[in-house]
């Protein structure tokens, strides 16, 4: 939605009063020198603390934050920040985010004040192995079989900065397959929350009520914020393995499995960076738009047909060492026609220059380590494990491309980590990038090397 036609709040309804909190603001921002915030509120995370929203002095703010209002804020991706607003609007108007039924977490569709998808909201602490995951089937897992709980190869809980982590890293090669995806707080009744938090919820919404001088004091009414990865919705696409059936029997023309070829060959190239752990042919996307699906185009004939891939699902990937425990979690991609082709000459040209430029590469890590290093849990020792992994892959990706390679020969290298030689830590950038790296390759494999 432009930001023109973004619907108006009303936040006084006498001239003078508006006037008078305008000229207030404006003293208060020249006194302290900062920039005024939006006077337009579109959403609770844009509501200072202890400040009721105007209006609603009296009415819960569902999901108030109780951090920086600013968090759900990018200056300089105005459309995405836009976006999220209206999710929050959405859900001021009552129109919540819906479930997903499908996979072991706690997966949200959320919507727009017109009750259209626009996003995939996953909370951190709803996943697989979170706390709060409300799918049946992973409380019996860890329950049931503890000795095979999680995935010894990946960070515990941090899902959402993967897919966050994963959205980066396809920015920055401009692979352009992943939807874009930021890590978001959002709040929402329908959320898995504990007993206690609808509780606090309910009893601070009563209070506020009869007594509204002390529900002014709260900080937050309603329901606690939650942190989570916000995936842009991706319209008109379907899961690979429809697709890909389909193709068997309607084979695509030489023109449109060429722009396959070079799509596929982009999901290759993320994935295996990444190390994604969590791949098969369910959780990629395919959009093909048929010739005899397409409108007439302004010379009266058909328009070009189209076909594009999305790769979603990166919450398992980023390991802090390559499997070696029970399964060796392959890339199912691997197994496709399409794999056992050479990467194209295209695909060279585009990605090899980065990947040999350690600049680049370092770069790649020190914006993986400011977006990581926002998790409570985060640790600075299994940080660089994994960019000695991604590291790794690179350096294999890099060698594959060099010898004109083909994907399923890619994953049969050998695994390789790169490894930096030990030395002090800079805050402003991790490490500096005339540091020693030392190359080393891990023979210990799963026991199970076929799942």
Known sequence: MDQSQAPCIELSTNAEERQRTESTASNTSAASNEPLLPDVA?????????????????????????YDYTFNHWPDDGEFTDLVRQA??????GIYPERIFQGSSGSYFVKNPENKTIAVFKPKDEEPYGRLN???TKWMHKLCCPCCFGRSCLVPNQGYLS????????????LNVVPKTKMVKLASDTFNYTRIDREKARVKQLVSERFPKVGRKFHRLGLPPKVGSFQLFVEGYRDADFWLRRFEQEPLSDELQTEFQLQFERLVTLDYIIRNTDRGNDNWLIKYIRPDEQ???????PSRPVIRVAAID????FPFKHPDSWRAYPYHWAWLSWAKRPFSTQTRDHVLPLISDMNFVQDLCDQLYRLLKTDKGFDKNLFEHQMSVMRGQMLNLAQALKDGKSPVQLVQMPVVVVERAKGGHSETRFRSISDTFTQRFQHKSPFFSWC
Do not use: H, T, Y
């Open 42 to 66: 579109f959403g609770p995370s844009f509501i200072k603390l202890g400040s009721p929203r105007p209006g609603r002095e009296n009415q819960p703010l569902l999901g108030g934050m109780d």
């Open 163 to 174: 897919e966050a982590g994963a959205s980066l890293v396809d920015q920055k090669l401009a």
């Open 88 to 93: 929050e609007m959405a859900v001021e108007n």
């Open 134 to 136: 409300p799918k049946w």
């Open 295 to 301: 409108q007439s185009g302004d010379g009266g004939g």
């Open 314 to 317: 990166n919450g398992l990937a």
